[in-house]
């Protein structure tokens, strides 16, 4: 007998999996009241409608063929009490719906008005664009504006945010150089007059870089740690 994975825990993974897959974008997945198995899933901005629903369709046990609903043959493992569970996913369909931010919106007027020269509130039937090498079909003002804040605006946003990521994450696989003793001196600048607070004695000042010097700021560190110890 099959075993089925009722939708708000369907909901709750699909959620995490959206959030691990696009990082920085704010996520709402509800479930639909009534005893519908129906997903939705709301955000603002972010990637294309398209990437999203190529994740949420995996979550999907049920579509529709145009006649009737049909199994999908999705299964999820999702964990329950703490037990590891798999099963096919309760879920009717996932509808998605994407937000254009009000300073996208901004951003697409702008760039609409630079192309045209004209004011959007006055203008009428525009002919084709041509914005950022891109082709914007011929349309009304509000409908140009809504496809250059959808696929201008917010593709280059996307993609701007994707290469940060990227980048910080290539900073943070390189490897650091030692963190530098904030109380040791590079050696072109001379011997630090004290240690960690301790006065360095004249002739290991004038040795700093010897054996001799380095046996003496261990046996200084290893005092104060004592003292340290000592007081707690």
Not at 43 to 66: F, Q
Not at 111 to 121: K, R, V
Not at 188 to 210: C, I, K, M, N, S
């Amino acid at each position: 007998m099959s075993k089925y994975i009722a939708t708000p825990h369907v909901a709750t993974a699909l959620k995490d999996r959206l959030t691990r897959e696009f990082p920085g974008v704010r996520f709402r997945v509800t479930t639909a009241t009534g005893g519908n198995s129906v997903i939705r899933v709301n955000y603002e901005d972010g990637p294309a409608a398209s990437a999203v629903r190529r994740i949420t369709s995996e979550y999907e046990g049920l579509c529709w063929n145009g006649v009737q609903h049909e199994a999908t043959g999705s299964t999820l493992t999702v964990t329950l009490d703490h037990e590891e569970v798999t099963g096919e996913p309760l879920c009717a369909g996932v509808d998605i719906q994407r937000f254009i931010s009000l300073s996208a919106i901004q951003e697409a007027r702008h760039l609409w008005t630079e192309a045209t020269g004209e004011d959007y509130d006055e203008a009428g039937f525009t002919d084709p664009l041509a914005i950022k090498g891109r082709d914007v079909p011929a349309g009304y003002p509000t409908r140009q504006i809504a496809f250059i804040a959808r696929e201008i605006v917010l593709v280059d946003r996307w993609q701007t945010s994707l290469r940060a990521r990227r980048e910080d994450a290539k900073a943070a696989d390189s490897p650091q150089p030692p963190a530098a003793d904030k109380d040791l001196v590079p050696a072109e600048q001379g011997a630090p007059q004290a240690y960690r607070g301790v006065p360095v004695p004249e002739h290991l000042a004038a040795a700093w870089d010897t054996a001799s010097a380095s046996i003496w700021r261990d046996g200084v560190d290893a005092a104060l740690t004592y003292a340290a110890l000592a007081k707690s």
